[in-house]
C-alpha cells in the first residue's frame, strides 16, 4: 500500500504546494493546495503538516512562495520561522533558503525552488538511511514502543524512526509495535497507527499511561522515538511525553533510541536547557476529543515538547550511522549543519 504524499511541489516556478492535511486524518484524506506563505504558515501552525523534518521542507517551500509573490526574503523568513519554535529543522532549512537567496545569480525564485527542492529530496534520503541504520535494532519478534509520529507524514521520505520499523519489515522481520496515543492531540492514534496498519505492520494502539505496564509485562525490547532538536551534550526535546517514556525505559532495562537527521541537531545549544518549548492552546486538553472534558476556566499547561536528558538515550540514529552516548558530546562536528 502507497501512503499519499505528505508534502509536493505541484507544478513548476509557478506552482503552489500540495500538504495532506493531518488534522483530517484516521477518517479521511484531504490536500490542502497551498498558493501563498501564509497559507503555509497557517498549515505548520494548526499542525496539518507536523513532524521535524515535513515542517522544514513545508516552510522551505513556504519561503519560495513568499519570495515570489514579492515579499522581502528576511522578513519573509522571520515570519515564517515563529510559526513553531521547537523543531530546529524550521530555523535550519529557512536558513538554507536565505544563504542561497542571497549569493548567486539567475532567477531568485527558481534559485529558491531548487533549494527546497533540494532539502526535500536530502530528507528523503536520510530517511532511507536512518532506516537501514535502525532495522538492525530491531530483533526478530520484538516488541517496540514508539511515542508520537516520526513516519512519512513527518518527514518527506519514509520517516525517522518509523522509517527503520518500514524497513525492517520489508526485511522480513517479524515484531510488534505498541503505539503510544500521544495526548494531547494524538498523533500516534491518529497518524501512527493509520501508518503502520496501512503498511501492515502489526501494531497495538495504547493510552500513553499504559506504558509502565506494557513493559512490566516484557512486552517491549525496544523504544524508538523521533526528535525535534538535539542540543550538543545529546539532550533531546520531542513530543510531550517523550521523557516519561525514556524513564520508564531504563526502569525497566529497555534500550532507549532516538532516530533523527542532520539537520535535527542543534550544536550551538550546549544542553536541552536552551530548547525553547512551544505552549498550545489550552482548549487542545480541555476539548481535545472534540467536546469539554474539563471544568469551564480551569488553569491547563500544555508544553507541546519535553526534554529527554542524555543520560537515558542508548542511542542516536542518524543519516550517518548510530552515535553511542559517548559520542554525543561531538554531534555538532560530525554532523555539521550547512551554511
Ligand atoms: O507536534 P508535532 O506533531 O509536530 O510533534 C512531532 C514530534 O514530536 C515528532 O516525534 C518529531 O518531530 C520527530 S518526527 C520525525
Known amino acids: 500500500m502507497t501512503l499519499p504524499r505528505t508534502i509536493e511541489w505541484v507544478g513548476d516556478h509557478g506552482g503552489h504546494l500540495r500538504l495532506l492535511d493531518q488534522t483530517r486524518l484516521p477518517t479521511e484524506v484531504v490536500f490542502l493546495d497551498c498558493h501563498t506563505s501564509e497559507d503555509v504558515r497557517a498549515a505548520i501552525c494548526r499542525l496539518s503538516v507536523r513532524g521535524a523534518p515535513a515542517i522544514g521542507v513545508a ?14 526574503l528576511d522578513a519573509a523568513v522571520a515570519r515564517l520561522h515563529g510559526s513553531r519554535p521547537t523543531a530546529v529543522n524550521l530555523g535550519w532549512a529557512l536558513e538554507r533558503l ?3 537567496g542571497r549569493h548567486g545569480s539567475g532567477d531568485p525564485v527558481q534559485k529558491l525552488l531548487d533549494e527546497a527542492h533540494a532539502i526535500a529530496a536530502e530528507d528523503e534520503a536520510m530517511c532511507a538511511a536512518m532506516g537501514r541504520h535502525g532495522a538492525g535494532l530491531i530483533g526478530e519478534g520484538d516488541g517496540v514502543l514508539t511515542h508520537c509520529n516520526t513516519g512519512a507524514l513527518a518527514t518527506a521520505g519514509l520517516g525517522t524512526a518509523l522509517a527503520a520499523l518500514f524497513t525492517a519489515a520489508r526485511q522480513g522481520k ?4 505498541f503505539a503510544d ?25 495504547i493510552c500513553d499511561s499504559m506504558a509502565a505496564q506494557v513493559m512490566k509485562e516484557g512486552r517491549v525490547q525496544l523504544v ?20 516519561s517514556v525514556a524513564v520508564l525505559a531504563k526502569a525497566h532495562g529497555i534500550p532507549f533510541y532516538v532516530a533523527a537527521p542532520s ?16 505552549q498550545r492552546d489550552p482548549r487542545e486538553v480541555t476539548h481535545g476529543m472534540g467536546r469539554q472534558t474539563a471544568p469551564e476556566g480551569v488553569e491547563v499547561y500544555n508544553p507541546a515538547f519535553d526534554v529527554t536528558p542524555a543520560s537515558l538515550i ?3 540514529i542518524t543519516e550517518k550511522g548510530i552515535l553511542r552516548p559517548g559520542e554525543v558530546p561531538t554531534t555538532g562536528e560530525r554532523l555539521e549543519r550547512r551554511g
Open 181 to 205: 496515543e500521544t495526548r494531547p492531540l494524538l498523533q500516534g492514534a491518529r497518524l501512527t497507527a493509520w501508518e503502520l496498519h496501512q503498511a501492515g505492520i502489526d501494531v497495538t494502539l
Open 98 to 100: 536565505r544563504i542561497c
Open 263 to 278: 539537520s535535527t541537531f542543534d550544536p550551538s545549544l550546549a544542553s536541552g536547557d536552551g530548547i525553547p518549548i512551544e
Open 174 to 177: 517479524k515484531f510488534r509495535v
Open 314 to 316: 542508548a542511542g542516536i
Open 224 to 243: 524508538l522515538v523521533g526528535a525535534d532538536r538535539i542540543a550538543a551534550n545529546g539532550d533531546t526535546a520531542n513530543k510531550i511525553g517523550t521523557y
Open 59 to 72: 516552510a522551505a517551500y513556504g519561503l519560495v512562495l513568499a519570495v515570489r509573490a514579492g515579499a522581502e
